[in-house]
């Protein structure tokens, strides 16, 4: 079964400086897509980032990038010049190609501190 | 802009009652989804629907029955609700096949069970 890690339970950041947030997860599907979303205090969870498996290059969204190692099977967040509207909970989720369904991992809280 | 409402942003009921969820989406989705999020344990999916009167089991199905008689509308229904069952509910839908990268959410329900 695959599964979806996310070690760092809380994390925190300087306003303007970079953080990079780690997830793991397994699975031996070569179709795969990868997600970052991003779930502020008390509004709506929204989608920051994918990364389709079969691309190489990694997915960037403004200030949002992931590093995408395929081998090692992580794909961990960076978010540059940190706002304090970064400020949420940040979900990694996994989601087999032929499935509409997520898999998720438990979550990474991020404080940025003025 | 996609909109996914939930009925109740907060519900407090009784043991034993039988709890109704609803969830309504305004973008044409095929796919409708109910998770359940727990501090730790990040989202698991209690059930799935496809397609109206289509539905699939998540991962944590037990205890919960779900109903879609629209295509806008997917409801979920705690029978008799227990303690265990005091969580935070959130509904996504999405569209179907090659067009669904993302899952759009709403707001949750914060549901607490006496």
């Known amino acids: 079964a695959q599964t979806v890690t996310q070690s760092q339970p809380e994390m925190s950041v300087q306003e303007a400086e970079t953080v990079t947030l780690s997830c793991t997860y397994d699975?031996?599907?070569?179709?795969?897509?990868l997600f970052w979303y991003k779930q502020p205090p008390s509004r709506q969870m929204i989608l920051v980032i994918r990364?389709?498996?079969?691309?190489?290059q990694n997915a960037t969204e403004n200030r949002f990038s992931v590093n995408f190692q395929k081998a090692a099977k992580s794909f961990s967040l960076k978010i540059s010049d940190s706002q304090l509207g970064d400020a949420a909970m940040y979900f990694c989720?996994?989601?087999?190609?032929?499935?509409?369904?997520?898999?998720f991992g438990t979550g990474t809280l991020l404080a940025v501190q003025p | 802009d996609v909109k996914v409402t939930q009925s109740s942003r907060y519900l407090v009921k009784r043991t034993g009652e039988k709890v109704f969820l609803e969830c309504v989406q305004d973008?044409?989705?095929?796919?409708m989804f109910w998770y359940r999020q727990d501090p730790g344990l990040g989202l698991r999916l209690i059930y799935f629907?496809?397609?109206?009167?289509?539905?699939e089991k998540g991962d944590i199905p037990e205890g919960y029955s779900v109903s879609r008689e629209k295509k806008e509308r997917f409801s979920l229904i705690l029978e008799s609700a227990s303690t265990n069952q005091t969580s935070m509910y959130l509904c996504?839908?999405?569209?179907?096949?090659?067009?669904?990268?993302?899952?759009?959410f709403g707001p949750g329900t914060r549901l607490t069970v006496t």
């Open positions: 996504a839908s999405s569209f179907a096949g090659a067009k669904s990268y993302e899952q759009y």
């Open positions: 699975t031996s599907e070569s179709d795969y897509y």
């Open positions: 990364q389709e498996a079969y691309k190489q």
């Open positions: 989720a996994y989601r087999r190609g032929a499935t509409n369904k997520l898999i």
């Open positions: 973008m044409d989705h095929e796919n």
């Open positions: 629907s496809y397609d109206v009167k289509m539905k």
